[in-house]
């Protein structure tokens, strides 16, 4: 059997390779919506921008990102995982280079679209397609390990704008971008199509291929294939169509609804505190938040986040590991929405950052595992399409209750309720799945 054969296989250089490669997918991502985020002061100043302008800028990306999840997604289960993964990484390095000539605000917005179509594209292939070769016993320590790339990449764009941009101007953040678009040809070279989309479109011989030469380097001595294999698997898969429809068939609608309530949740609160977090708290007399410390000590707490919650998926398990950062985010939002000195509020806002990032981690292991192959990327795709409308709807809603006077515990004790609310719903709703191999989860969760 070629699963099997492939579940066997000693974790070794080629899962670590595949790690490495979508990893730096995820950092380059994770460093284009950092490097916006620290361009839009100094561009805002330079082009004379209202604030609805500026707020415009970063909304234009999280609706590219929406539509480039939910198409990308459905495109991987029909021209495969390797392939979408490259056109979506060349697709936002070229667009952020565009950036870098934008000739009026219009253009911008554009060309943003475009990076956000690309982004949102790249991240939950890359993660399904790591999903697709990481061993079962190891599974949710790997793609949290993937996430983690993220905290990398927003220290990246960090360096970035507080040594590189006062020296050369904001151009050369989007410049710095397009060098993912040369990472393309390492993807080309080093990493296969996923074996179980192989088999999902009977293209037997290739999966055969990949497994004999993946044996070859980890040293398991290989056995010729002999016949057809795995055909039980490949008719099971096939009888799932890869439409939208088959995401609300019986077997499927109460994770579907778990999960698109869990990343609309974490999503929502995600950008509507990180987006607004230097304007609300230097509102408040915290002077300490624009200073370079202040944000390395932020984003420096989200590295051992994700390697808790790496070791943790696998030791307890998927759901209690996100529902369980979940409300502790939830927990730490509401403390620091009522910090009243510099050192509380650094305190809190490294564990909101520890206990946040951690999550995003966990939602990345446990949303590929809720779907067979056949409709994997397509459910992963829409769960997180669906979550960048809470993306888009909470900074304009911070804007709104700023404009009405509320206070910053306030907002936060929003975003902590917000946590509280999806961490139930994923503990009432979630079924677990750590430690079986996709096949098995496939039979489990449909009963």
Request: charged share 15%.
């Amino acid at each position: 059997m070629i699963l099997q054969r492939l579940e066997s296989l000693p974790v070794g250089s080629f899962h670590y390779k595949l790690l490495i490669l979508t990893g730096l997918g995820w950092l380059f991502d994770s460093m284009d919506t950092g490097l916006i985020a620290f361009v839009l002061p100094v561009l805002a100043k330079e082009w004379s921008l209202s604030p609805a302008q500026v707020g415009w800028i970063g909304s234009i990306g999280l609706i590219g990102m929406a539509l480039g999840a939910v198409l990308a997604g459905t495109l991987a289960d029909r021209i495969g995982r390797k392939k979408v993964f490259s056109i979506t990484v060349l697709l936002y390095s070229l667009s952020t280079g565009m950036c870098a000539l934008a000739w009026s605000y219009e253009s911008l917005l554009v060309f943003r679209f475009l990076v956000g179509f690309g982004l949102g594209g790249e991240l939950p292939v890359a993660a399904t397609l790591m999903s697709e070769y990481a061993p079962s016993h190891l599974r949710g320590r790997f793609i949290v390990l993937l996430e983690s790339f993220w905290g990398v990449g927003w220290l990246v764009a960090a360096c970035i704008s507080y040594l590189v941009i006062p020296v050369f101007g904001w151009q050369i953040a989007f410049v710095i971008g397009t060098l993912p678009a040369l990472y393309v040809f390492l993807i080309r070279l080093h990493m296969p199509e996923s074996i179980r989309y192989l088999l999902t479109k009977n293209r037997i011989k290739e999966a055969q291929d990949v497994i004999l030469l993946l044996e070859k380097k980890l040293g398991v001595k290989s056995q010729p294939f002999t016949g057809m294999t795995d055909m039980s698997a490949i008719k099971r898969e096939q009888e799932t169509a890869p439409k939208f429809t088959a995401l609300w068939s019986k077997p499927f609608r109460t994770r579907t609804a778990m999960l698109w309530l869990a990343w609309f949740g974490i999503v929502f609160s995600y950008y509507g505190i990180f987006m607004w977090l230097p304007s609300i708290v230097y509102a408040q007399g915290f002077a300490v938040v624009k200073t370079f410390e202040y944000v390395l000590i932020m984003t420096l707490a989200q590295l051992p986040g994700y390697y808790a919650a790496a070791w943790l998926v696998d030791v307890i398990g998927r759901k209690y590991t996100l529902s369980l950062f979940l409300l502790l985010s939830g927990v730490c939002s509401f403390f620091f929405g009522n910090a009243a000195t510099p050192e509380t509020l650094l305190a809190w806002g490294a564990a909101m950052s520890f206990f946040n990032l951690g999550a995003w981690g966990v939602i990345y292991t446990y949303t590929p595992e809720q779907y067979p192959t056949q409709i994997r990327a397509l459910g992963s795709g829409w769960a997180a399409g669906f979550g960048r409308i809470g993306g888009m709807l909470a900074p304009m809603l911070v804007g709104v209750m700023l404009g009405n006077a509320f206070g910053m515990n306030t907002i936060f004790l929003m975003f902590a309720s917000v946590f509280v609310i999806i961490s139930a719903v994923v503990i009432l709703l979630g079924k677990e799945s750590k430690k079986k191999t996709l096949e098995e989860l496939e039979v489990v969760l449909e009963n």
